[in-house]
């Protein structure tokens, strides 16, 4: 069984989002959708988003590795949205579904 995340469009009258990438992108799209509206579930297979500019900065010493990166399952939770661990395999924009790898090993 493949596990499909982004069924139905509404939940409880919430415009149901899917976002896939923590990085800069991903993480300003899930920052400005307000969760009083929307139901939004970030995908990534990281965990932590890295701050790259500064990351000169761990080479020369001057900061630590936690200096520059935070959770993103943390800061999702303070946005009042869901944050999901897993690579996406596949879209499907018709039907509005996605596919996690993940998903898929457990269907083995
Ligand atoms: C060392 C370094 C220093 C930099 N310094 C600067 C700077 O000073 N100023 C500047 O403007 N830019 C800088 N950049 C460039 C900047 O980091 C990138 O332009 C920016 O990260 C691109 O953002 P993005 O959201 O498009 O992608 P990313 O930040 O790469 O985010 C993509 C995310 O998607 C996730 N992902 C990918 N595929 C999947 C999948 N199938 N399922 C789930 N998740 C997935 C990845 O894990 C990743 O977290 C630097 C880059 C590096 C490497």
Redesign the pocket.
């Given at each position: 069984m493949i596990k499909k995340f982004i069924k139905n469009k509404y939940v409880n009258d919430h415009y149901r989002v899917g976002i896939?990438?923590?990085?800069?992108?991903?993480?300003?799209a899930a920052l400005n959708l307000n969760a009083s509206r929307f139901c939004v579930t970030l995908?990534?297979?990281?965990k932590k988003?890295n701050w790259?500019?500064d990351?000169h900065e761990l080479v020369s010493g001057m900061k630590r590795e936690c200096d520059l990166q935070f959770s993103l399952e943390g800061r999702l939770l303070q946005l009042g949205h869901t944050f999901c661990n897993?690579?996406?395999?596949s879209i499907d924009p018709d039907c509005k579904q996605l596919v996690?790898e993940q998903a898929k090993n457990l269907s083995v």
């Open positions: 896939i990438s923590g990085g800069y992108g991903g993480l300003t995908f990534d297979q990281k988003f790259l500019p990351i897993k690579s996406v395999t996690t």
